[in-house]
């Protein structure tokens, strides 16, 4: 079974900056796209930031020349760079990916990492 395992979060002031990081495990023929999601308390989850397999990406235009988005295909992993950071960017990260497993293409999310902004 796929794994998706985030790291990076944690509390950070305003302006200042975090580093998320997302691993996948298991059995993994190849993977697609893959994202970043978050969710604040009491709000609806959104997509913050994706990636495809060729580098191609697309960011919420909240988080527009802020956060930026990689990979590294080596390792199934992608990041979130968080910069500028602002306390309405507080809310739970998810990693999401779509990973081709025995030739079937399925969606897989991470346990989430909380991201608390200071003001």
């Known amino acids: 079974q796929v794994r998706l395992v985030e790291s990076g979060g944690g509390l950070v002031e305003a302006g200042g900056s975090l580093r998320l990081s997302c691993a996948a495990s298991?059995?993994?023929?190849?993977?697609?796209?893959m994202g970043w999601y978050r969710q604040a308390p009491g709000k609806e989850r959104e997509l913050v930031a994706q990636?495809?397999?060729?580098?191609?990406?697309k960011y919420a235009d909240s988080v527009k020349g802020r956060f930026t988005i990689s990979r590294d295909n080596a390792e199934n992993t992608v990041y979130l760079q968080m910069d500028s950071l602002r306390p309405e960017d507080t809310a739970v990260y998810y990693c999401?990916?779509?990973?081709?497993?025995?030739?079937?293409?399925?969606?897989?999310w991470g346990q989430g990492t909380q991201v608390t902004v200071s003001s």
């Open positions: 999401n990916a779509n990973v081709n497993v025995r030739g079937t293409w399925k969606n897989y």
């Open positions: 298991g059995t993994i023929f190849s993977i697609n796209g």
């Open positions: 990636i495809t397999s060729s580098g191609s990406t």
